[in-house]
């Protein structure tokens, strides 16, 4: 099908984007990589005024150093952001699950900051953030703010982000030395993950002295599995230990039930597949 006519834009700066956005009001969309928008644009699902593509602004792009975090700008793709030797060193986490993340053409078109704005529970990128407690950026014509991970994610496909607004880059602090690893259970490869756990984990002397434990499509938005993480706590990196442990990983979930699987299998999965990422984060 064939999208519904729209103006389309593409400033160079922020504040040129802000702008357009002001002037299309709510019917403005913003273009990132597009492979969200796109599909729903073809199939009219959202007839938008106003198109403000964002993939001219270079100042939106790239991964930096920044004391003790680095920070990835919110246009940077998933490809530019697995093979970034910084990520890769202090939050190997995210670079396991971008790996996994759909298939090599949709990690060199989309973007970091668009997967995370869109905001699919389902999604690869939000429990990793959400598990290692990353800091969002967000541009308004008043300015910016800061938003922390545990309050972005707000609802199915919603976040703080709000009219008018732009993420324009996440921070990440920096995990050196921990191990990370991303478990993702799906039926058919490049599927959205029925569950998935992400798991940083830093081990001292066969023991786990600190854990970080994320969860991917176990309810309306990515979850932090706490209950774990306190568990983990002090326990030696043993398949018995960690097992006890991730016996609570779905405590407080709301996961869906539909084709590929009811709550309570879900539930299980996340059991699971919690104790194999956080052993494997472990190297254990």
Do not use: C
Not at 88 to 103: C, G, M, P, S
Not at 139 to 151: I, Y
Not at 255 to 268: I, T
């Amino acid at each position: 099908m064939i999208p519904a006519q729209f103006e389309y834009v593409a400033p160079t700066t922020v504040e040129e984007a802000l702008t357009a956005l002001a002037e299309g009001g709510e019917d403005a969309k913003v273009l990132a990589g597009g492979q969200s928008l796109l599909p729903v644009l073809r199939m009219r699902l959202n007839v938008p005024s106003v198109v403000v593509d964002l993939g001219r602004i270079d100042s939106l792009r790239g991964v930096r150093d920044d004391g003790d975090a680095i920070v990835v700008g919110a246009m940077t793709t998933h490809s530019d952001v697995f093979h970034d030797p910084l990520v890769r060193e202090h939050a190997a986490v995210l670079t396991e699950a971008i790996e996994q993340l759909a298939d090599p053409q949709v990690r060199h078109r989309g973007t970091f900051g668009g997967a995370l704005a869109h905001a699919d529970p389902a999604g690869d990128l939000g429990a990793p953030v959400l598990a290692l407690g990353a800091t969002f950026t967000i541009a308004g014509q008043g300015g910016t703010r800061t938003v922390e991970a545990d309050d972005f994610f707000e609802d199915l496909f919603t976040t703080a982000v709000q009219e008018g607004e732009l993420l324009t880059e996440i921070r990440i602090p920096k995990y050196t030395g921990w191990g990370g690893h991303y478990e993702k259970f799906v039926r058919v490869a490049h599927q959205w993950p029925i569950v998935a756990v992400a798991a940083a984990v830093k081990v001292d002397g066969g023991t786990i002295t600190e854990a970080r434990v994320g969860l991917t499509n176990m309810g309306s938005t990515p979850l932090r599995a706490r209950s774990v993480e306190q568990a983990l706590a002090g326990q030696p990196a043993t398949d018995e230990a960690v097992r006890a442990a991730a016996a609570s990983a779905a405590e407080g979930t709301n996961p869906p039930s539909d084709l590929n699987g009811d709550a309570d299998y879900r539930r299980h999965l996340a059991t699971v597949l919690t104790r194999r990422a956080v052993l494997a984060a472990a190297g254990a």
